[in-house]
């Protein structure tokens, strides 16, 4: 039986054939049009779950969080086992690293741009070569993760990187927001056949459902995501994340660039299911990612109190509930 005031329907395949026809010709997905025609009459819920190396995502499910390493890692494997060490303590459910081919991802007119870094002046190119981590560095993070207990995937940039990553078996991808109008990438991710979770900072509506209809919304996690580094205040936008839920019919997250944990709180409060931030071991380290990101004492504050925040929220249902029963006669007159 559905749940009070939720609407349940029973149709033949016929109609839905119908129904998406008619879907199409609105450019929109099912679980939206279904929201729009259905809105005046009850609230709709058909938000589904994705399970991600056997642990269950969704709204009613504690909230996932995963400790984005990325490159902050600055190329040192003995750095990363550091930032996983701190995952691990804080309480977070996964990290996550970024997986680029340099030839294919930097540009042609900055391969050759000359730039300070802590190993001497060197090009864009050599750069971003010294800070990719190679097979064997995964190998050893493959196996520390292991005995860790703590699960690991990344976001590849290329389709190479996504054939590299596949030998690992990583239990999902990530695609940055960046890379959410790579249709080519999207359907090579797509054929892997394992969960996706998507980021939308920089998109419009229009090309996440885009990228959406290429990837279908099952095993999918869209997250919400303003892409500057740290994110101003007035561009969080966090109510983006109802509007999400709206449009389609996967979990929803958040992925978060801000200083601070307090938006991070409040998506979660607003009912992301997955958050992402990155982390570090210290702010004043080299790298862009570095400013924007939580130290221990930060990671560990999100983890304790997001954890909790589906279990408070409840279901809704006002009821009186058994441990309220003995004070009724103690404390109502009438």
């Not at 050599?126 to 005995?147: A, H, L, P, S, V």
């Not at 109510?239 to 929803?252: A, T």
């Not at 009186?320 to 006669?329: A, C, G, L, N, R």
Request: aromatic letters at 8%; hydrophobic letters at 35%.
């Amino acid at each position: 039986m559905p749940k009070d005031n939720f609407v349940s329907l029973t149709v033949s395949g016929k109609f839905v054939e119908q129904l998406d026809e008619i879907r199409k010709e609105s450019n929109c997905s099912r679980q939206e049009f279904l929201t729009e025609a259905l809105k005046g009459y009850a609230p709709v819920s058909t938000q589904s779950n994705v399970t991600i190396g056997g642990e269950k995502i969704g709204p009613r499910y504690p909230v996932y969080v995963i400790a984005e390493i990325g490159i902050n890692h600055n190329g040192s494997v003995e750095t990363a086992k550091k930032l996983i060490d701190m995952a691990v303590e804080a309480g977070c459910d996964a990290v996550k690293f970024q997986k680029r081919t340099p030839e294919i991802c930097v540009p042609k007119e900055q391969k050759n741009v000359m730039r300070e870094t802590p190993w001497g002046t060197m090009t864009y190119l050599e750069y971003k070569k010294r800070i990719e981590f190679e097979e064997e560095d995964y190998e050893k993070i493959d196996k520390y993760c292991k005995e860790k207990g703590i699960m690991w995937f990344a976001s590849p940039w290329d389709i190479s990187s996504v054939d590299f990553l596949e030998k690992f078996n990583i239990p999902c991808y990530k695609i940055a927001s960046a890379c959410l109008t790579d249709e080519e990438l999207l359907n090579k991710i797509k054929e892997t056949r394992k969960p996706v979770i998507l980021s939308t900072g920089m998109s419009t509506i229009e090309q996440i459902k885009k990228a959406v209809n290429i990837l279908g919304e099952e095993n999918l996690i869209l997250m919400h995501c303003t892409s500057t580094y740290p994110t101003n205040k007035k561009e969080q936008n966090l109510n983006v994340i109802k509007e999400l839920r709206r449009y389609f019919n996967c979990p929803i997250g958040y992925s978060g660039h801000e200083s601070g944990i307090t938006c991070t709180i409040v998506a979660a409060s607003l009912g992301a299911c997955v958050l992402e931030r990155h982390i570090t071991l210290d702010r004043s380290m080299y790298g862009s990612d570095q400013a924007a990101s939580l130290e221990i004492d930060g990671l560990k504050r999100i983890c304790s109190f997001v954890k909790s925040i589906p279990i408070v929220l409840g279901d809704g249902e006002k009821i009186v509930y058994d441990s309220e029963k003995s004070m009724i006669d103690k404390l109502r007159k009438i």
